[in-house]
């Protein structure tokens, strides 16, 4: 079905989608029209911002929503079936547009998505340099590891990764002893004896970097060494088992099965794609039945989580270029300290 027009809105927070289209980072509309060139409606505030992307810029006179009605219609863009990024967009404003833009809306995320999936020369070396960043930082939590708290850390990588002119790519994740066991944790404590997530990326131009590396806290018995050596070799068994063509769902399923009795305690995707955000397709699970191709980039973390006992995981950023190539380069080896 062919949509005449789609509308892209950038209202309470960048839309990754308008900054993929066309750099804009302020409020306001892009507007991609099928057979014509594309346009933004910019607040009075941003304007100038919009003036320096590379396509015309209108200056909105009032309420955003209206004005966007009346250019419309000077452009005779008027119509029935109208795209619409509604995953980006709340109710609240969704409510809002059909007032003012009476038309069917069809939501065009997925193929916004869809088009971020494959990165270009220039992101694929902001991506590179975020997880070369990321590794130095890593690295500098190795040699001056002397962490009483949780939050102690996550400040130091907050540190760390500005220093080198980046930015938190996502709120790092510092989960020690049972806290591990929660894949999304996000409180903070004293850092406890055992297993110790750090899952952090940075942002370099806008294009985020992802990584997770396990340690421990303390001396590991032989079945938690062991369990480790499980999470570390799907991983790298993952990794080797990337090509061109190959289902994401394969990849997953492999992962899965590779558990064997423990598959129970894996209890989320196998990995994600990420550029603009942190979180983008491929959803690397059992069920994507999309096919890797070349110019991807996306996670490989599997892990295990025992609960309210300890989790391991360990992720790294991978970038499908004719072959998997490993973007993220700290050591895998259990770090003790």
């Known amino acids: 079905m062919q949509i005449p027009v789609a509308i892209i809105l950038n209202i309470n927070s960048i839309n990754p989608n308008v900054l993929y289209l066309c750099g804009y980072r ?146 790092p994740i510092v989960a020690s002893g049972k806290s591990g066991s929660n894949p ?17 990326g940075a942002k370099y131009k806008d294009y985020c970097s992802d990584m997770t590396r396990t340690m421990y806290v303390g001396k590991p018995n032989i079945k938690e060494k062991r369990l480790y050596n499980l999470v570390k070799q799907i991983q790298e068994d993952c990794i080797k088992n990337i090509k061109e063509n190959i289902e994401y769902s394969e990849l997953a399923n492999l992962a899965w099965n590779s558990f064997g009795k423990y598959k129970k305690y894996f209890i989320h995707g196998l990995g994600h794609g990420l550029g603009l955000e942190i979180h983008e397709l491929p959803n690397i699970n059992e069920e994507e039945r999309r096919k890797l191709k070349n110019h991807t980039v996306f996670t490989i973390e599997p892990g295990l989580y025992f609960k309210n006992r300890f989790g391991i995981r360990i992720e790294d950023t991978i970038l499908m270029s004719k072959r998997a190539i490993t973007l993220t380069r700290s050591s895998k080896k259990l770090l003790v300290v």
């Open 184 to 200: 999304h944790y996000d409180e903070s404590g004293r850092i406890k004896s055992g297993f110790l997530i750090l899952d952090f």
């Open 26 to 171: 302020g409020h306001g509309a892009l507007i991609v029209p099928c057979n014509k060139k594309p346009f933004i409606i910019a607040g009075r505030r941003d304007y100038e911002k919009a003036t320096k992307t590379h396509i015309t810029a209108y200056k909105c006179e009032n309420k955003l929503f209206d004005f966007l009605a009346q250019i419309l219609r000077r452009k005779r863009l008027i119509s029935k079936k109208t795209g619409l990024d509604m995953a980006h967009l709340s109710l609240l404003n969704f409510t809002k547009l059909k007032k003012s833009v009476k038309a069917q809306y069809y939501d065009v995320s997925e193929t916004c998505s869809e088009l971020r999936m494959f990165k270009d020369d220039t992101e694929i070396r902001y991506i590179k340099k975020a997880c070369s960043v990321t590794d130095k930082v890593f690295s500098r939590i190795v040699d001056n590891f002397n962490f009483k708290h949780e939050n102690e850390l996550k400040l130091f990588i907050e540190i760390e990764i500005k220093k080198k002119g980046c930015e938190l790519a996502f709120p």
